[in-house]
């Protein structure tokens, strides 16, 4: 991602779904913004609203500290924490779940787990620690 200082124009699709005519426009406001990278989330849910902690999943050598079953250890950093209500939450998860819908389309099935994903030259020589690392 970039840090795009444009602004743009968006239409709200939950008012476009429900009625043609009362469309809602929205300018987004991008000079303030910071792109983050984040390979992991951990969401926080209270009564009222949702947090959810972004950040990066570094894998780690396990500790002596960790016990003799323990194969893998990830250090999970967290860089931002997003708090929204759940009515947010909800139109997010719709439409994240409508691009990942497009994208798998277009490209093929994500894999969630290790195994399941295709390796590549690349991708074979970073996995020191093995497909127990998500």
């Known amino acids: 991602m970039s840090n795009n200082k444009k602004d743009a124009n968006q239409t709200n699709g939950a008012a476009n779904e429900s009625d043609n005519k009362s469309r809602i426009r929205v300018r987004v406001n991008r000079d303030d913004m910071v792109t983050t990278y984040a390979n992991g989330f951990h969401p926080l849910p209270t009564a009222d609203e949702l947090f959810i902690d972004f950040g990066v999943n570094l894998p780690e050598q396990p500790s002596e500290e960790s016990g003799p079953d323990v194969a893998a250890q990830i250090h999970f950093d967290v ?24 994208y798998e389309k277009d490209f093929g099935e994500i894999a969630l787990t290790p195994s399941g994903r295709k390796r590549t030259k690349e991708t074979q020589a970073e996995s020191q620690l093995g497909d127990s690392i998500v």
């Open 79 to 102: 860089s931002h924490r997003i708090a929204m209500n759940y009515t947010t939450a909800k139109q997010l998860a719709i439409q994240l779940g409508r691009l990942v819908q497009t």
